[in-house]
């Protein structure tokens, strides 16, 4: 079985498209798809960024720190789990990237992990939302994606056959053999050490489907 270790910021669509395209390639080919935390906060610390944009930041931190919380305590299957019900909010659902909105996923969370004792457990991880107490190993995550590819990208990022890349950048994602058919290009590239960068005008936003 292939191993792709994905990198994702949970506010960003981009990486939501790239991770619902990963879940179909499990479905067409022999490969399983790790999920990590990286943090588009992180990557834009001490940057001059547009005041629209830096408010964005801001909204970064709370879900990223949550989501760290879940794969610390509950394993890389809650946080690929959690992923999934979190992302579905924000992104096809339009939710707002709030304390709210988090919870509530971790709420499903608990109900999908059909284990009712652990209710509190997923809920109370939601206390570090608004504190630092996963910044560090946030950045920790943050980095292990990040470094191996460059710090003037941002996410997806994808470790595949011992490298690390930004993307694909996608839109909407194919389902089925497409999807596989993708796979098998991206593979290919990233076999070629010699391979740094392929791009286009990105012309479409995230197809939500």
Not at 103 to 127: H, R, W
Not at 150 to 173: E, K, R, W, Y
Not at 192 to 200: A, Q
């Amino acid at each position: 079985m292939t191993t792709v270790d994905f990198w994702f910021d949970p506010i960003c669509p981009w990486a939501w498209m790239t991770s619902r395209w990963m879940l179909e390639v499990e479905k067409v080919r022999d490969v399983r798809t790790v999920f990590h935390v990286m943090s588009l906060a992180v990557l834009n610390e001490g940057r001059d960024l547009p005041e629209d944009y830096r408010k964005h930041m801001d909204e970064a931190w709370g879900p990223a720190r949550v989501a760290v919380a879940v794969g610390q305590k509950f394993g890389p299957g809650a946080l690929r789990d959690f992923y999934t019900l979190l992302g579905t909010r924000f992104h096809p659902g339009q939710e707002p990237r709030t304390r709210e909105t988090v919870a509530a996923a971790l709420a499903d969370l608990a109900v999908a992990g059909g284990n009712a004792a652990d209710d509190a457990d997923f809920a109370s991880l939601i206390d570090v939302f608004d504190t630092d107490a996963m910044d560090a190993a946030m950045r920790v995550s943050h980095h292990e994606g990040m470094d191996p590819v460059g710090m003037d990208v941002g996410t997806p990022v994808l470790h595949l056959n011992g490298m690390a890349m930004f993307g694909p950048v996608i839109s909407p994602a194919p389902k089925g053999e497409e999807a596989g058919n993708l796979f098998d290009g991206f593979e290919k590239m990233t076999a070629y050490p010699g391979f740094f960068e392929l791009k286009r005008t990105r012309t479409v936003g995230p197809i939500f489907d």
